[in-house]
């Protein structure tokens, strides 16, 4: 066994917020039917966390769940419980239709930090970062510029940015570009 | 001349000179200048010349209206053409120079055009390049393109040296326009609690109330505008931006709202534009109007202005046009124009109104004032070239008997107002003819409708046809307070601005002056001054048949300049009509077509330059391939090592070692990119029998299987090895360009018609670095890393392993592309580039070469492999490539089945796949035809085959190719002429397409 490495080896850059590779996580991709109620008992079972409700993120302790669609959710815990939270779940689910699959080393997650986080996300992401309408614990499954990513808002200064590993270096150039010191919008 | 006025100048401060350089020529302008003023300021009345005539043009407006005060701007990395003077902030050392003009801007050789125009006439360049036909394309176009465009095109190799983003945003209300209108709606929004985003285009606030005076709620309106702002920033809901324009309206609310950080100060840090990308609930249009020009001969001499710009201009900025300025008009408004003027000290000789009662309460200010003011008149002629010298004076309602030349050195001309309906019309707003104020104004029963059928723009004041103060503001009022019930906001009810009402006269329609005038005066009334279009050049238009009004704008090219017509269009389709006999309504508008004004490319593109204009995928392995000499390809947005090439090596040499070393030793590739998905469910074996065209559900666990997939239309969409990992759960590999195509493929499937199927599947590609392993001494370097037993025996052709190999965590799958012993294992992606590593020190003894996807190619073309992408284009089909036996024929259905039963995919001519082998051993030319005898009714040569794959075998040392052919499969051993590029042929035999080891033996060992 070797040690494994992150996309980025936790590369960092300060501007307009502070971005950093957030280093390696366990990610399982779940999908199955979030109103089934075998699934969701079998889910916070083993998570520890209650099912998130639409467009949210349910944490407890370092692991936490994310809804990514109405029958997929992201599970988030240390890299190295990822295989073994996998047969867990699997386990767990029996005969449930579902599908537990580990896909930490497939993602990279960026965390961001800082009082103009709502700025550089919006400079790159269709949603809407308002206060108002973004609260620490939501989620959205959206685009940074040209790729697919989800981003999660751990409280007001802290969101955390997912994407596939490939596109790392595309990301974090990204996001360092969108915090050029100086470029805040002022809106927010 | 045009100069600076001993005081003067509301937006201007005249303690802070700037220098700048018209043309290389050192000037001094005030800090609030345009670049239009400064230059006025200078003296410099010509600031440009004409497209079609080269005719002297100065500025006729103060704003974006602008058609003819085109600079190029800048220099170097931040030069920048057709730049409106008129809107351009002059900062210290900008630099620029006029356009369109051959010399110089003072002796333009191009101005000959302008003694040629009675042979230049609308349509000229449709009349006269038609024939003879063959001349188009080697004399008439070069000369088109030649004379094409106005400014300076930017050096192709220069880099923009700015930084440019973009921004989305949300809110309940935008309110486009920060007039006094779009300030009332604003403000009437946002005490409503709505969100409101107030955009406005210029630096200042208030639109041009300022300059046309007049008091709101008993004090000056510029006092208003203030305090209303401040009462604006002051609210946490409301945003307001400046020199932000709305460029565009798309639907169910969407706007792009254009900001210019910079423009005015190039060397502040940040971005240069900024583009806001905003979802509006609701979009109040307080756009205001444009004054429109007077049709007379000569407008288009430097000096004859709009009333209001040369209002704007002495008020805002201090600067005159001329001494004696004329005014003529056909309403009211311009009367004040000439109060202005005369406040200031300037010389009206005389105001021409076309009405013969002439004006209300301005009219006898003025008359007040000692102006004379003649009634009923018109202007036969303005006298000048480069500037205007005089005017000459004729009844309006005659044909242009001149009965009086008045020297001046400016006209002021007012044809009345026309509001801005650009940003109501983008999204499908529909406009009503106003017969009292003779403009088009929007219809608000026919506003554009969003997602729920609702309307979701709203004008308000002058852009909705009220132009007078009172009105402007009471609408503005309900606009405000009606987007922000539309938005979901109750509004408060608050008492309107007060606004005393002022009295003016009716105006008058004048499409012309005189009505009845001459062709010869006709032929030098301008309608668009850009692209000198005159109202004799519609007229013949509307004569030759061109009765719509967007046939007569293309034929004329009136409307068609940078400005889109804003000056032009009303004048334009006026004259048609009245030139077809039909009312104005009925004639109608050209399309209002986004954006409002000309938007920088760099606002458009925003982030996305350098290494960020495009995402790249890179492997775990990218790192060392970049160290190790790699020659990337790009594979979609993947990079792909195509080789990796050593020193004193070309890549053909390289790609041929590396094509050695895997038939010889040991080669190892890096196949991360190969799309991974994992199917899983109690109906994932049927899911999988409808996409694939072979079996899957009979997989047994633990075996591979190459898998076919077409869609509804039968051709070939992708291929792979499918790996069966559990009783519901199975792994299918895509190509490399296919992954997140055939996931998508697999979900619309599920998603739209088998939505009952209990399937999931899950796009794992880059879960794992995969590397595949190939050579003959492959097994041994597997057994030299131990944990797994790699044997034959145990891990045959086609199976795959779980285990732990070399203490790596692997899937070991016993597939080959290579027709050699070969491995793929797959490894989590953090550990893939420790594997790959410990795979290259390990093999080192058997010459471990990585090699690229061309050696890669050559592998498989040698043992006859096809390509999705080579040998498929979106028209081939399974059975064309010898593909039948990866097709079912035991199961009742699968994705493209019925397809392939049609009458043509089962016709015997289609063209089939074969070998090819020149005779001479030369590689065939990639996509090269095979020809056949005769030839087709556009006399090409008939064909019987093509290229799809050619490459030179390092094996076999000679070309092969694969190539689809009539007949193929049926004459092996024929030899048909092949094209080359230079026109001549080349001799090849049919041969079998695998051109190495056809009984399979170097990889079942």
Known sequence: MSEPVSALNAAAFDGLAHVQEAGLHGMITLRGDHADADFAQAVADVAGVAMPDQREVVSGGDTSLIWMSPDELLLLCPYAEAGETVTKLTEALGDTHALAVDVSDARVVFTLTGTHIRDVIAKLAPVDMSPAAFRPGMVRRTRFAQVAAAVWLRDDETAQIICFRSVAPYMFALLCNAATPGTEVGIF | MSTRLATGGRLTDRTKQ?????????????????????LLANGQLMMGRSFKYHRPRGPVASGSEEPNALVNLGQGARFEPNQRATTTELFDGLVAASQNHWPSLQFDVGAINTHLSRFLPAGFYYKMFIHPRPLWKHVYEPFIRRSAGLGAAPDAET?????????????????????????????TAARSGAQVLLLEQNAHWGGRTPVDGGEIDGKPAE???????????????????????????????????????????????????????????????????????????????????????????????????????????????????????????????????????????LMAQAEALGIRVLKGKAIAKVKGTRKVTAVEICDQAGEGAVLETIPCDAVAMSGGWSPVVHLWSHC?????????????????????????GAPFVIPAGSANGYIQLKDTLADATTAGSSAATAAGHQPKVGTLPQVAP??????????????????????????????????????????????????????????????????????????????????????????????????SMGSIAGQARGDIFQPVRETPLHGWHEAHGVHWEPVGQWRRPYSFVQQDETVEQSVNREVKAARDSLGLLDASTLGKIVVKGPDAGKFLDMLYTNMMSTLPVGKCRYGLMCNENGFLMDDGVVARMSDDTWLCHTTTGGAERIHAHMEEWLQTEWWDWQVYCANVTEQYAQIAVVGPNARKLLEKLGGMDVSRET???????????????????????????????????????????????????????????????????????????????????????????????????????????????????RWQ?????????????????????????NGQRHTQGRVTSTYHSPTLNRGIAMGLVLNGPDRMGEVLEFTKLDGTTIPTKIVNAVFLDPEGEKQNV
Request: with cysteine; charged share 20%; glycine share 12%.
């Open chain 2, 18 to 38: 700037m220098k700048f350089r018209f043309n290389g020529q050192q000037m001094r302008g005030v800090e609030g200048d345009t670049l239009a003023s400064a």
């Open chain 2, 159 to 187: 880099v923009d040296a700015d930084t440019y983003e973009h921004f989305y945003t949300f809110t309940d209300v935008l309110v486009l326009g920060g007039g006094v209108a779009g300030l009332q709606a604003a403000l």
């Open chain 2, 223 to 361: 006092q208003w505008i203030k305090d209303t702002v401040q009462a604006l920033e002051a609210m946490g809901n409301v945003t307001l931006r400046s020199r932000t324009m709305g460029a565009g309206v798309y639907d169910h609310g969407y706007v792009l709202g254009y900001e210019r950080l910079t423009d005015h100060a190039p060397e502040t840090p940040g971005p240069r534009h900024r583009l806001w990308r905003i979802r509006a609930q609701q979009i109040v249009t307080a756009t205001g109007a444009i004054e429109r020009p007077l049709s007379f001969a000569g407008n288009d001499v430097p000096g004859v202005l709009l009333a209001s710009a040369i209002r704007d201009y002495v008020v805002n900025y201090g600067v005159s046009i001329g001494d004696r300025t004329v005014v003529v008009t056909n309403n009211d408004d311009a009367y004040r124009t000439a109060i202005c003027l005369h406040g200031h000290g300037l010389n009206v000789p005389v105001i021409i109104d076309a009405r013969m009662q002439g004006g209300g309460a």
């Open chain 2, 428 to 452: 499908g707003g529909k406009l009503s003819w106003d017969e009292g104020n003779a403009f088009f104004r929007p219809d608000l029963s026919r506003a554009p409708t969003s997602h729920d």
């Open chain 2, 502 to 599: 002022r009295e003016e006269a009716a105006m008058l329609p004048v499409w012309l002056m005189p009505q009845g005038a001459n062709v010869k005066l006709r032929s030098k009334a301008w309608l668009d001054f850009q692209n000198d279009v005159k109202v004799s050049d519609i007229q013949l238009a509307a004569q030759e048949g061109y009765e719509s009004v967007e046939h007569a704008k293309r034929y004329t090219t009136l409307g068609m300049a940078t400005d889109q017509g804003k000056l032009s269009n009303i004048n334009g389709l006026a004259t048609l009509s009245a030139a077809l006999g039909e009312a104005i309504p009925s004639v109608g508008t050209t399309t209002f077509r986004p954006p409002y004004t000309p938007i």
């Open chain 2, 795 to 909: 891990l045959p052709f086609m199976q795959w392993a779980a285990g732990t190999l070399g203490g790596f965590p692997v899937r070991i799958f016993r597939i080959s592309f290579s027709g050699e012993l070969s491995y793929e294992i797959a490894v989590p992606a953090s550990q893939g580039l420790a594997l790959w590593e410990r795979l290259h020190a390990e093999g080192a003894e058997w010459n471990a070469t990585p090699y690229g996807t061309e050696a890669l190619h050559i592998l498989r073309a040698e043992k006859g492999f096809i390509m999705i992408g080579d040998e498929t284009d979106g028209t081939v089909i399974p059975q064309d490539l010898g593909l039948g036996w990866a097709i079912s024929k035991k199961k009742a259905d699968y994705i493209g089945k019925r397809a392939q039963a049609r009458s043509h995919m089962t016709d015997p001519t």
């Open chain 2, 913 to 937: 796949l074969v070998g090819l082998e020149t005779v001479d051993g030369s590689v065939l030319p990639d996509g090269a035809l095979a020809v056949a005898s005769g030839t087709n009714a």
